[in-house]
C-alpha cells in the first residue's frame, strides 16, 4: 500500500510538469520515419554554402530561409535588420601556386574584409616573424615586393587528434552531471600584463604595408590539411571599414603542410616564388546585418514566447557544416516536426536563425535588446515582451548528438527538463548539468536574466567549424534526426506548460 502510494506520488509528479508522451510519440514518428533534417543540411551547405555575415551568399541565402520557413508553414516571417554592420565582403576568385623551387598549387583562402591583389601577382617569399617593436629593425627597408611568411610554422598535434572520440563517454556524461556546484565566473581579460612591447596584429599589417610588402600569408591551423582564417585584424573596431579594408594588404591563411614547407624551403636560404590573384569584393555603404524569423502561433497564450535558434552566418571558407549549418536544419526541421504532427501550441513558438554570432554573437543579443530589453542597463530598460518570455533553446556546439543540457545555473528548471527528458532517454539523451556554457546565441537572453539553454553535445571528431573543410559529408544523419526530435519535443512542453519557465535569482552566466 505505502509502495503504491509512492509510486502513484510518483507519476503524480511526472503529470504536473505536463510530460506529453502521445505528443513525444508523434514527434519521434515524425522525425524519424519522415525525417527532412539531411535534406535541409544538404540543401544549405551544397547549394547555399558558406554565409559570412553581409556578404552577398547571406543576403541569398536568408531570402532562401524566409521561404524555406514558409514552405514549412511558419507565420510571421521576417528578415529582420538588426545593426548597421559594416560593409559586405566577398571573395569572388582566388589561386595560389608554388612555382620554384618546384610546381604545387597552394591551398588557402584570404581573410575577410582585405583587398584584393593587383590582377596574377608574382612574387617571392621571405620569412618576416614580427612579434615586438624591436623585431622591426631587422626587416626594414627588406621587404619590398614580396609575400611574406608572418607567423611560425605550424605544429600538427597528432596527439591530440588521437584522443578525439565521437562519443560522449557515459564517465564524461556522469562527471557532467555531478559538477553540482556552479563554477565561479570565468575571469575577465589576460591574468597577467599584456607584454608592451608587442605589437597589435593590425600594427604589424601596417608596418608590412609601409615596407611595401604586398601579400601577407599566415596558418594558424594546427591539423592537417585545415586552414583556419578570420577576418582582418581590426575589423571589430574599425566596424568592417571599406576605407581600412582598402589600405590593409592582402592576408591569406594557408594550410599547415604548404605554409610549412614554404618555411623549411627559406630556412635552406633556397628562395620561393609564387603567383597568387584574389578578388574580393568590397561593398560600397554600410548595410544593416539581418537575422531571420519565423512562429507557430500559439493559441489561448500567443503573447507568450518560447524560441529556439541557431546562427546562419558562418565563416566564409566552407558552408560550415557542423557550425553551424547543422544547427540551422536542427530547428528548422523541429519546427517542421511540430507543423507536420499539427502541434497546437498554447505559448507562441518562435524560430530564429541569427546573423552576426561568429564576429560577436551581434545578432541574437541586439534582437534580445530590442525585443526583451535589459533589466541591468537602464538605458534599455524591459520592455512589454520581457515578462512574456519563457525560454530559448539553442544548438551551435558542432553537429554532434544532444546528449543532455546545461541547466545555466537554474536550478529551478531541473524538474521541468527532468521529465521531459523521460520519454527521450533512449536516444542517449540523459545528463542535466548545473553548468554555465558560452560563446553561443543563448548567452544573449542569459545576460539579461531571461532563461536560454544550450544542449550537451557530442563532438564529432573530423568536423571543423570555422576551416576550409566543414562540409556536408561529415554530418551524422541520427545525430540531427535526434537532436531535431529533442528541440522539437523540448520546445512543445515549454510551449504547453501551465506556468512560463522559471528563471534564475542569481547571475551565473559566463560570456
Ligand atoms: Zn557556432
Known amino acids: 500500500m505505502i509502495i503504491a502510494l509512492i509510486i502513484f506520488t510518483a507519476f503524480a509528479l511526472d503529470d504536473s510538469s505536463g510530460t506529453d508522451w502521445e505528443m513525444v510519440s508523434k514527434i519521434r514518428e515524425e522525425g524519424f520515419q519522415r525525417s527532412q533534417v ?12 558558406a554565409r559570412l555575415t553581409l556578404s552577398q551568399d547571406m543576403a541569398r541565402a536568408q531570402i532562401w530561409a524566409k521561404g524555406k520557413m514558409e ?3 511558419l507565420a510571421n516571417t521576417v528578415i529582420e535588420p538588426f545593426m548597421d554592420y559594416g560593409v559586405a565582403w566577398d571573395n569572388e576568385y582566388f589561386s595560389l601556386h608554388l612555382l620554384e623551387p618546384d610546381y604545387q598549387p597552394i591551398v588557402g583562402f584570404p581573410l575577410t574584409h582585405t583587398p584584393s591583389t593587383k590582377g596574377k601577382v608574382k612574387c617571392s617569399v621571405v620569412i618576416a616573424d614580427v612579434k615586438t617593436k624591436k623585431d622591426l629593425d631587422q626587416f626594414r627597408g627588406k621587404l619590398k615586393g614580396v609575400a611574406v611568411l608572418a607567423t611560425p610554422p605550424a605544429v600538427i598535434d597528432l596527439e591530440r587528434m588521437a584522443r578525439a572520440t565521437l562519443r560522449r563517454t557515459p564517465e564524461e556524461l556522469k562527471q557532467l552531471e555531478e559538477d553540482v556546484i556552479p563554477k565561479p565566473r570565468r575571469r575577465r581579460g589576460p591574468a597577467t600584463p599584456p607584454n ?18 604586398r601579400v601577407v600569408f599566415e596558418c594558424r591551423s594546427g591539423r592537417p590539411g585545415l586552414v583556419r582564417g578570420f577576418a582582418r585584424p581590426g575589423t571589430k573596431e574599425d566596424k568592417w571599414s571599406r ?11 594557408v594550410t599547415p603542410e604548404h605554409y610549412n614547407r614554404m618555411y623549411r624551403i627559406l630556412k635552406r636560404d633556397i628562395p620561393v616564388l609564387v603567383e597568387i590573384e584574389v578578388r574580393n569584393r568590397l561593398g560600397k555603404n554600410v548595410e544593416k546585418a539581418c537575422n531571420v524569423l519565423g512562429e507557430i502561433p500559439g493559441t489561448d497564450l500567443r503573447e507568450e514566447i518560447v524560441m529556439i535558434g541557431a546562427h546562419f552566418d558562418t565563416w566564409h571558407a566552407s558552408p560550415n557544416a557542423s557550425d553551424d549549418t547543422s544547427g540551422c536544419a536542427v530547428v528548422l526541421e523541429a519546427a517542421r516536426i ?11 513558438v518562435r524560430v530564429a536563425l541569427w546573423g552576426g554570432e561568429e564576429q560577436g554573437i551581434y545578432g541574437s543579443r541586439e534582437y534580445v535588446l530590442r525585443h526583451f530589453g535589459n533589466p541591468k542597463d537602464p538605458k534599455v530598460g524591459i520592455k512589454p515582451d520581457y515578462e512574456k518570455f519563457s525560454v530559448y533553446f539553442n544548438q551551435d556546439y558542432g553537429a554532434g548528438a544532444f546528449r543532455g543540457i546545461f541547466l545555466q545555473g537554474n536550478e529551478f528548471v531541473r524538474r521541468e527538463f527532468a521529465a521531459w527528458m523521460k520519454p527521450l532517454r533512449d536516444l542517449g539523451f540523459t545528463a542535466i548539468s548545473i553548468q554555465s556554457v558560452g560563446s553561443t546565441d543563448h548567452v544573449s537572453f542569459d545576460a539579461v536574466g531571461l532563461p536560454g539553454f544550450q544542449f550537451i553535445q557530442d563532438r564529432i571528431p573530423g568536423t571543423a567549424g570555422h576551416t576550409n573543410l566543414d562540409f556536408f559529408d561529415t554530418l551524422q544523419a541520427d545525430d540531427l534526426m535526434k537532436n531535431a526530435v529533442i528541440m522539437a519535443a523540448f520546445a512543445y512542453h515549454a510551449a504547453m506548460s501551465d506556468e512560463r519557465l522559471p528563471r534564475k535569482t542569481i547571475d551565473t552566466e559566463i560570456k
Do not use: H
Request: charged fraction near 25%.
Open 196 to 213: 608592451p612591447d608587442l605589437l597589435k596584429a593590425e600594427e604589424i599589417i601596417e608596418f608590412f604595408k609601409t615596407e611595401g610588402v
Open 38 to 49: 539531411m535534406d535541409i543540411a544538404g540543401y544549405m551547405t551544397d547549394v547555399l554554402g
Open 338 to 348: 511540430l507543423k507536420a504532427v499539427g502541434a497546437q501550441p498554447r505559448r507562441t
Open 71 to 73: 514552405k514549412i508553414g
Open 243 to 253: 576605407e581600412k579594408s582598402l589600405a590593409s594588404l592582402p592576408i591569406i591563411a
